[in-house]
């Protein structure tokens, strides 16, 4: 059963840059899923997604937010990643990483906890 | 962007009573359109894959209809741990995806 779970600074100031971690275990980053997302929740709000990572590298990302956001992999750690430069109060949401289950690309049924993360001006 | 309008926004039922939420896409997405339940402070869960097929432990109560365009989840028979907020997803374009804005079904 893989298991996911996000990790970061919990609080950040504009104009900073936000990192985040996904850690992945029971199973490898490179081999077990067609490609792992990013994808947030702003208070009281709905779903967003913020962009996706094949473990070649290539990378997809939401129009809105391209010019600020870069998932990376770290394939040693078994982990993937997520920067936000120049973060507004707007960023201020619970950050989920997850990925498909099938070979496909298309059911999420494998997400984490989420981890919080609020932006003061 | 493919866009998914929800409706509706919000809903009050009862235990027992049969309800129904509406996904619409602004273009076809080839079935590839899922429902994942939320309850708060929680991760969403998936409930139904490609428009109609249960996900495994969902309850039978749970279930997906639609094509083309417009989607519904019904659940037959409202429980009380049903309660919570309900979103469509299109993976038609994935790698990428976007969202509904959500059903909140209340009490």
């Known amino acids: 059963q893989l298991q996911l779970q996000e990790s970061g600074p919990g609080r950040a100031k504009s104009s900073e840059t936000l990192s985040l971690t996904c850690a992945v275990s029971?199973?490898?980053?490179?081999?077990?899923?067609?490609?792992w997302v990013w994808i947030r929740q702003s208070p009281g709000k709905g779903l967003e997604w913020i962009g996706s990572l094949y473990y070649s590298g290539t990378t997809y990302y939401n129009p809105s937010l391209k010019n600020r956001v870069t998932i990376s992999v770290d394939s040693s750690k078994n982990q993937f990643s997520l920067t936000v430069k120049s973060v507004t109060v707007a960023d201020t949401a619970v950050y989920f990483c997850a990925s498909p289950s099938d070979s496909g690309g298309y059911f999420f049924d494998d997400w984490g906890q989420g981890t919080l993360v609020t932006v003061s001006s | 962007d493919i866009q998914l309008t929800q409706s509706p926004s919000s809903l009050s039922a009862s235990v027992g009573d049969r309800v129904t939420i509406t996904c619409r896409t602004s273009?076809?997405?080839?079935?590839?359109l899922n429902w994942l339940q939320q309850k708060p402070r929680e991760a969403p869960k998936l409930l139904i894959y490609?428009?109609?097929s249960l996900h495994s432990g969902v309850p039978s109560r749970f279930s997906g209809s639609g094509s083309g365009t417009e989607f519904t989840l019904t659940i037959s028979s409202l429980q009380p741990e049903d309660f919570a907020t309900y979103f469509c997803?299109?993976?038609?374009?994935?790698?990428?995806?976007?969202f509904g804005q959500g059903t909140r079904l209340e009490t």
């Open positions: 490609a428009a109609s």
């Open positions: 997803q299109q993976t038609y374009t994935s790698p990428a995806m976007t």
């Open positions: 029971g199973g490898s980053i490179s081999t077990s899923r067609f490609y």
């Open positions: 273009e076809s997405i080839n079935g590839l």
